[in-house]
């Protein structure tokens, strides 16, 4: 008995040794099995989905095995953007049309292409209209929230610079104080703004290929798969070159928020393999689409800790979604409601979207700031060179005078603008390109040319007072030219203020040398708000009152000196 | 930095001189539009009497208003296409950029012809004819101010010369372009100037010698100007 059970007890130990053993060993085993591949993890999810496809296409439990069942994916591409998508009577070709057929042929079902646009490519998705969206779209933090992206990204735009092969710009920094011609609500405006870059607008694209070839833009700016089909033709690259990209937006695929999560995984575990293999690679080539991000893309997903199965899920491997969605002021509220009752009692539809979002009401905040800064600068300017330039023509020696009406000359001869991109240039060569370094070249440029016609006023008031000085009574003594010019400043206070209210009215022109004031700060505001009406309205308003204001101040001051002197 | 002259292409010149047209064709119908609004303000202005506050405030309105902003707003708000008594109407740049040049225009248009006109009703016919010269001289401020349409993309003279700018890396070179620029359109301006100047010496001699004519005609009597 006592040997049947000490038989039994050291079975039961060798079953239990030979239990650890076999645990050690997988677990080593485990260990040293490298991670699952991208290849198998997608076998298996669609061996699963069509073993559910085998048993109930009655209610698919997920869109892949609805796909499966229905032996067809439907996917929404466009049919306007070559060399992306297109549809002409021989049928559709393209990049994404191309990667949408492959991926059919992935899951073993064909292809169904419905045309969608960029306004309607996420509500076909959320309708379930289509399963899939291939469509040119940028994948924000903004979008996001409205359609699932397949990530990696199948491909990214940029902001392309492009233009004659002979201009030898090739950064953004080089850009400042050269112009620019790019599209009104741009999402890179706000960008090459800030980089002293001349912003010239308009309002499509196809409209700055006409200006490039017209001559009127040296250099135009805009998404590089629209200069795509134009890079196609030779004569066109023959003349015209991308001088550098900015920017990047990735791309993504996207398939519905809800009810498609085995869909989406089997999507990203495609586009890794595809990425890895260079399969978007050679269809791109294929359809003569810029290859460098997927060149970029192939690198990255051939690297082991990127070629895994959780890999489009490593921070590491994929790239972000770019930020869009905005942060609200904190009277959104209200001016939504103003809108709403303006709308109501008024009959008018106001989008006062700049006080609304946060980013573009920094925007312009800082834009009221930068143009009352210029504007007091360039009053102060103004006055400064208008003594010192009236003091200097109305000197009795040549010496001084003489160079100093040249200069006048030179002043009165220069269009404004000319001045100020004189003024900019010279001043970005010198230094690097800043906000500050733009609104100085503007007040000192806005200050000189008004300044110098006041001068001129002084100097003439100056030679009157001398005219009537020569003709005083017989014994009083002469007048010093100290005397004279307090009398000149006196005789030709109306000049000088005209021109003090000139220099204001001129100063929403450093917007052309990348100065950040109001209009720059509305211009680059379009890019939030589509509603450029009440943008410009607002815009005109403003300059409008400070103008006013500027003349009633000049009126105000004026009143004081003349009581003044007339008491003394 | 290069002090030395770049080269440029032989048709540089020309396309300035086809360039500094146009500035002088929206300085034209800037003009001539600043005269078909400002002629009925300055006469209402010129009249005596509690209207004239009306026109007053408007020519006040009108001058507080920047061309540049101007510009740029009548860019965003205009349409492309309007109709006009039933035609279809394309509303160009230029024509944009000269309905920007508008409030300065018939501002000025107004003030110096309530003034002409005041003038010849106190009977001085050589200080109301001082229009003509000051008319002259808003129309080459106006050819000046124009240049502002470079910023909207309208291929005018100044969009000329910082498209050729643009053509070159250097300061330098930059720099002789627009000593260039500065140049042909001082040239202008002087000129401009200086015939303003001519016609009013012009002007006043034959006044003058209206005057001295109708003095001995009348026995002494002046007509008052």
Redesign the interface.
Same mark, same amino acid.
């Given at each position: 008995m006592l040997r049947r059970v000490a038989m039994r007890v050291g079975r039961l130990l060798i079953w239990l040794m030979l239990l650890a053993a076999s645990i050690a060993a997988g677990h080593r085993a485990c260990a040293a099995r490298p991670p699952l591949t991208p290849d198998a993890a997608l076998q298996s999810i669609l061996s699963a989905a069509r073993a559910a496809a085998a048993t109930s296409c009655a209610d698919p439990a997920d869109q892949l095995v609805r796909i499966l069942c229905a032996g067809t994916i439907r996917v929404g591409v466009r049919d306007d953007y070559p060399p992306f998508a297109a549809a002409a009577a021989g049928g559709r070709s393209g990049f994404e049309v191309a990667v949408a057929t492959r991926i059919a042929a992935a899951l073993g079902v064909s292809p169904t292409f419905v045309t969608v646009t960029p306004a309607d490519r996420i509500a076909l998705l959320a309708e379930n209209r289509i399963d899939l969206a291939i469509a040119t779209m940028g994948d924000t933090t903004l979008r996001d929230g409205q359609a699932r992206f397949i990530r990696p990204h199948y491909y990214a735009s940029h902001t392309a610079i492009v233009g004659p092969r !002979?201009?030898?710009?090739r950064t953004l920094r080089?850009l400042a104080g050269?112009?620019l011609?790019v599209t #009104?609500g741009d999402s890179s405006n706000p960008e090459l703004a800030a980089a002293g870059v001349?912003l010239? @607008?308009? +309002?499509a694209p196809a409209q700055l290929i006409d200006?490039l070839h !017209?001559?009127?833009?040296?250099?135009i700016a805009q998404d590089d798969t629209f200069f795509a089909r134009y890079f196609a033709k030779p004569r066109f690259s023959a003349e015209y070159e991308t001088k550098f990209t900015m920017d990047p937006l990735p791309w993504g695929m996207a398939v519905a928020r809800s009810g498609g999560d085995q869909l989406a995984t089997a999507l990203s575990l495609i586009s890794e393999i595809f990425h890895r293999d260079g399969v978007f690679l050679r269809l791109a080539e294929r359809n003569g689409v810029a290859p460098a991000f997927l060149r970029e893309q192939r690198a990255v997903w051939q690297r082991p800790t990127c070629d895994t199965a959780q890999g489009f899920a490593n921070p590491a491997c994929v790239l972000p979604p770019r930020q869009s969605d905005m942060a609200r002021t904190r009277f959104a509220g209200t001016v939504a409601a103003a809108e709403a009752f303006i709308a109501a009692h008024l009959g008018l539809h106001l989008s006062l979207a700049i006080f609304k979002l946060q980013p573009a009401w920094d925007l312009v905040r800082q834009g009221i700031l930068n143009s009352i800064i210029l504007i007091v600068g360039t009053l102060a300017a103004t006055l400064g060179f208008a003594l010192v330039i009236g003091r200097a023509l109305g000197a009795r020696r040549r010496v001084l005078r003489w160079p100093v009406r040249l200069l006048v000359?030179?002043l009165?001869? &220069? /269009? /404004? *603008?000319?001045s100020l *991109?004189?003024a900019a240039? !010279?001043a970005? +060569?010198i230094f690097a390109f800043s906000a500050a370094l733009a609104l100085g070249a503007a007040i000192l440029s806005l200050g000189l040319i008004n300044g110098g016609n006041a001068g001129q006023a002084i100097a003439e008031a100056m030679a009157t007072l001398r005219a009537e000085e020569a003709h005083r009574p017989a014994g009083r003594p002469a007048l010093s030219d100290d005397v004279l010019y307090v009398h000149a400043l006196r005789r030709s206070l109306t000049q000088i203020i005209a021109f003090l209210?000139n220099a &204001?009215? +001129?100063? /929403?022109?450093a917007?052309?040398i990348g100065a950040p004031e109001l209009?720059n700060a509305l211009?680059d505001s379009t890019s939030f708000s589509s509603d450029?009406?009440t943008? $410009?309205?607002l815009? @005109?308003i403003f $300059? %409008?009152v400070a %103008? @006013?204001l500027v #003349?009633r101040l000049c009126g105000v001051m004026r009143g004081v000196l003349e009581r003044r002197i007339a008491a003394s | 930095m290069s002090l030395l002259p770049p080269a440029l292409p032989p048709s540089f010149l020309p396309h300035l001189l086809v360039g500094m047209l146009r500035d002088f064709a929206m300085a034209g119908m800037a003009l001539g539009l600043g005269l078909l609004l400002g002629l009925p303000l300055a006469l209402l202005w010129a009249h005596p009497g509690r209207l004239r506050v009306v026109p007053a405030a408007i020519v006040q309105l009108l001058r507080a208003a920047p061309t540049f902003v101007v510009m740029f707003f009548l860019l965003n708000i205009l349409p492309h296409q309007a109709r006009l008594f039933g035609a279809e109407v394309t509303i160009t740049k230029q024509f944009t950029v000269a309905l920007s040049l508008l409030p300065y225009s018939a501002s000025i248009v107004a003030e110096n012809g309530a003034e002409a006109l005041r003038q010849l009703r106190l009977g001085s016919t050589l200080a109301a004819l001082l229009f003509l010269p000051n008319l002259a001289r808003t129309y080459f401020v106006l050819v000046m101010a124009s240049g502002s349409a470079a910023a909207i993309g309208v291929r005018e003279g100044i969009s000329v010369i910082l498209r050729q700018a643009d053509q070159f890396p250097n300061f330098g070179a930059r720099l002789w372009i627009f000593v260039l620029g500065v140049f042909v359109y001082g040239l202008i301006l002087q000129s401009g100037f200086f015939l303003v100047l001519e016609l009013r010496r012009r002007l006043a001699k034959r006044v003058v010698r209206r005057r001295a004519a109708a003095w001995s005609a009348g026995g002494g009597k002046s007509d008052g100007g």
């Open positions: !002979a201009i030898p710009l080089s050269h112009t011609c #009104v001349r010239l @607008l308009f +309002a200006e !017209a001559g009127a833009c040296s250099l000359m030179l009165q001869s &220069t /269009p /404004p *603008v000319l *991109v004189i240039s !010279a970005n +060569a209210i &204001t009215k +001129a100063t /929403p022109m917007s052309f209009l211009t450029r009406e943008t $410009y309205w815009l @005109l $300059y %409008v %103008v @006013l #003349v | -």
